[in-house]
C-alpha cells in the first residue's frame, strides 16, 4: 500500500527558506503515470495546492507562489521535496505532500501533514 | 484561475438523514472534480473522482454527479463518522480547491 510521509523542521524564521521532504514508500515516485504534489492548510482554513512534479523533473507551480517555489524530486532516495523561499507568517500552515495522476484529476494517497510555524 | 464555491458553508444534519452538499464552478471544468473529506487532525481523503467515481473502499452511500460548472456530493443516510468537512478540487485549469462545507450533527 502506497504511503507517504512529510518530514523537515516544524519552525523557520521570516524570511528563510521552508524545506520539506516527502517520502514514499510502497511504491515508486519513477511511475510515469503519476505525479507528485504538495498541498498546505493555514490553521482552521481551506487547501491550497502548492504544486507538483513528474518523475521526470516537470514541474507546475501555483502562479499565486510560483516566485517563491521550487520542487524537486529524488528517484534514488524515492523522494520529492518543496522549497519556500522568502517566508512570512503567511505561510505557516500543515502542509502535505500526495500522489497526483497524471490527468491531475486527483490527490490520493496523502500524508499525514506536517505544521509547519514561521516565527522568529 | 477557476474558482470553486461550495455551498452551504456548514449543513447541520442528524444521523440517518440525507446530505446534499454543492460545488459552483466560476467556468466549465468538464467533469474534471473530485471531493475530498477532512476529518479534525487528519488529511484528506479522496470519495469521488472525475465527478462520479466512487474511490477505492469508499461506502456507497457517497455519490457525486454534474458536470460544466456545477456538481452535488450526495451522503444517502448519514453515518455518525460522516460528520467531517468536504473539499471539491478541479483540474481544469490549474489546480483549485472549494473553500469547504462543514457537515455537523444537529
Known amino acids: 500500500q502506497l504511503q507517504l510521509q512529510e518530514s523537515g523542521p516544524g519552525l523557520v524564521k521570516p524570511s528563510e527558506t521552508l524545506s520539506l521532504t516527502c517520502t514514499v514508500s510502497?511504491?515508486?515516485?519513477?511511475?510515469?503515470?503519476?505525479?507528485w504534489g504538495w498541498m498546505r492548510q493555514p490553521p482552521g482554513k481551506g487547501l491550497e495546492w502548492i504544486g507538483h512534479?513528474?518523475?521526470?523533473?516537470?514541474?507546475y507551480y501555483n502562479p499565486s507562489l510560483k516566485s517563491r517555489v521550487t520542487i524537486s524530486v529524488d528517484t534514488s532516495k524515492n523522494q520529492f521535496s518543496l522549497r519556500l523561499s522568502s517566508v512570512t507568517a503567511a505561510d505557516t500552515a500543515v502542509y502535505y505532500c500526495?500522489?497526483?495522476?497524471?490527468?491531475?484529476?486527483?490527490?490520493?494517497?496523502w500524508g499525514q501533514g506536517t505544521l509547519v510555524t514561521v516565527s522568529s | 484561475e477557476i474558482v470553486l464555491t461550495q455551498s452551504p458553508a456548514t449543513l447541520s444534519l442528524s444521523p440517518g438523514e440525507r446530505a446534499t452538499l454543492s460545488c459552483r464552478a466560476s467556468q466549465s471544468v468538464s467533469s474534471y472534480l473530485a471531493w475530498y473529506q477532512q476529518k479534525p487532525g487528519q488529511a484528506p481523503r479522496l470519495l469521488i473522482y472525475?465527478?462520479?467515481n466512487r474511490a477505492t473502499g469508499i461506502p456507497a452511500r457517497f455519490s457525486g454527479s454534474g458536470s460544466g460548472t456545477d456538481f452535488t456530493l450526495t451522503i444517502s443516510s448519514l453515518e455518525p463518522e460522516d460528520f467531517a468537512v468536504y473539499y471539491c478540487q478541479q483540474r481544469s485549469n490549474s489546480i483549485t480547491f472549494g473553500q469547504g462545507t462543514r457537515l455537523e450533527i444537529k
Open positions: 512534479i513528474s518523475y521526470g523533473g516537470s514541474t
Open positions: 500526495a500522489r497526483l495522476t497524471v490527468a491531475g484529476t486527483r490527490f490520493d494517497p
Open positions: 510502497g511504491g515508486s515516485v519513477s511511475r510515469s503515470s503519476y505525479y
Open positions: 472525475d465527478a462520479s
